[in-house]
């Protein structure tokens, strides 16, 4: 456990850096803003406890919200996701459950597992993420459409991502 | 007592996500108030700081650009100043410039951080002015920072008049594109066009008469209301912004003291 620490910490600052001052700083459409931060949940080894889940998401979600100045938007969503990421791991067990000393990682599960887990917990965040934004449901179909440009767009760079610095 | 304290320890998660979900929700709802949005004012400061540094590095990029607007600009301020020596007005409001350390375009309630705050004079409610046109007010402010409400912010709302014939209406954002806002509340039996100039109306503490807003870039009569359907093109490149200009009405407080007064 406590070995994680170090390289756990280093990986939420990261996502913080690259989410404020890449991301974030790339105005070029509505339809272009992803939640690369997303990163630092998906990551997290299979035994974090939910307390820890919900206690880093939320301090994550706070602090880009503090950034782009969108109080509480993104720990709400962030938070949603980091509740229901056990449940949704459940979905995706092999039949014989993860095995223990393993993260979710392209490396230990391959990249189809991956993109799997990675899309429908990015997905369910850029809804969440969006309507919470807009706060209402007029132009919801625009809505839901940026949200699910902005998923797809997140996937990519979380899986691209893997590939280029965070390989183990 | 020991069989809630086994219950609360059984789903301490589901306890600890309503909690924590409960503050974030809080957070979105406070921030609808128009004089409430604490956090904004609190973070302004350190994260002013730190969005600061590094749009010191990406201004560099649009130097050339901004040094053409400036020089225009002056022109303009220099006639502006005669005609002012030439009314002898001794209430002349007053202009300071600031620099936008960070901006926001697509959401729907964008705001602006600006690098000068209270020590420079800089209070609630006064006015934002860009080169080309109206930018928004001043929503919090911390000793060296400013956040500004833009008029692409869904909470934004501002008195303005057609220039043609001095019709007033409100101005507000639909949240949609950065460069349109919407006109409300002017008559059906108004004469618009498109390409009318919109100009700030004075009905306002905060905002000298006559700031170009925009133009009109579609108009329309709705079915069943008596009154227009207006869109209006922005003369502000929210954007592009990099420097904007706070505009301090001499009189303002006076006005608005006199005003609360009546109540």
Not at chain 1, 40 to 63: A, H, K, M, N, Q
Not at chain 2, 26 to 43: D, M, R
Not at chain 2, 173 to 197: C, E, F, K, M, R
Request: glycine share 4%; charged share 15%.
């Amino acid at each position: 456990m406590i070995k994680w620490i170090p390289k756990y910490s280093l990986l939420f600052i990261v996502c913080i850096l690259l989410q404020v001052f890449i991301f974030n700083e790339m105005q070029i459409s509505r339809y272009f803003n992803p939640s690369f931060y997303l990163l630092f949940l998906l990551l997290l080894p299979f035994e974090s406890p939910r307390w820890l889940l919900l206690i880093t998401s939320f301090v994550l979600g706070l602090i880009i919200d503090a950034y782009a100045n969108t109080p509480g938007i993104n720990a709400a969503a962030t938070v949603f996701v980091a509740f229901i990421r056990p449940e949704i791991l459940n979905l995706f067990s092999p039949r014989d459950g993860f095995e223990p000393g393993t993260s979710p990682r392209i490396s230990y599960y391959g990249v189809t597992w991956f993109f799997k887990y990675t899309l429908v917990i990015v997905v369910i965040h850029q809804l969440l993420l969006f309507f919470l934004e807009a706060f209402t449901f007029r132009f919801a179909l625009t809505t839901i459409s940026v949200a699910l440009v902005n998923s797809l767009l997140t996937c990519f760079f979380i899986i691209l991502s893997q590939y280029i610095m965070f390989r183990k | 007592m020991r069989k809630l304290l086994r219950l609360l320890l059984k789903y301490y998660a589901v306890f600890l996500f309503l909690i924590l979900e409960g503050t974030a929700i809080a957070l979105i709802v406070s921030q609808n108030h128009y004089h409430n949005a604490v956090f904004i004012n609190a973070s302004t400061g350190i994260l002013g700081y730190t969005s600061e540094k590094w749009s010191n590095l990406t201004h560099y990029f649009s130097l050339k650009k901004e040094n053409e607007k400036l020089i225009k600009e002056n022109l303009k301020l220099h006639r502006k100043l005669e005609e002012i020596n030439y009314k002898d007005n001794e209430y002349v409001p007053e202009y300071i410039t600031a620099k936008v350390v960070n901006a926001s375009v697509f959401k729907q309630k964008n705001y602006i951080t600006i690098n000068i705050g209270e020590k420079h004079g800089v209070k609630k409610q006064m006015a934002v002015m860009g080169h080309t046109g109206v930018i928004g007010l001043v929503e919090n402010t911390s000793p060296h920072y400013a956040t500004v409400i833009p008029i692409i912010n869904t909470r934004f709302h501002l008195s303005v008049k057609i220039k043609r014939n001095g019709y007033f209406g409100s101005l507000s954002w639909d949240g949609q594109s950065y460069q349109y806002a919407q006109l409300n509340d002017i008559p059906a039996y108004v004469d618009v066009n498109t390409g009318d100039t919109i100009l700030t109306s004075g009905l306002s503490t905060s905002f000298p008469d006559n700031k170009l807003v925009g133009t009109v870039s579609k108009a329309k009569k709705t079915k069943n209301t008596a009154f227009w359907d207006i869109q209006i093109q922005l003369g502000t490149d929210f954007k592009q912004l990099t420097s904007v200009y706070i505009i301090k009405l001499p009189l303002s407080e006076e006005q608005k003291k006199l005003e609360n007064s009546n109540d």
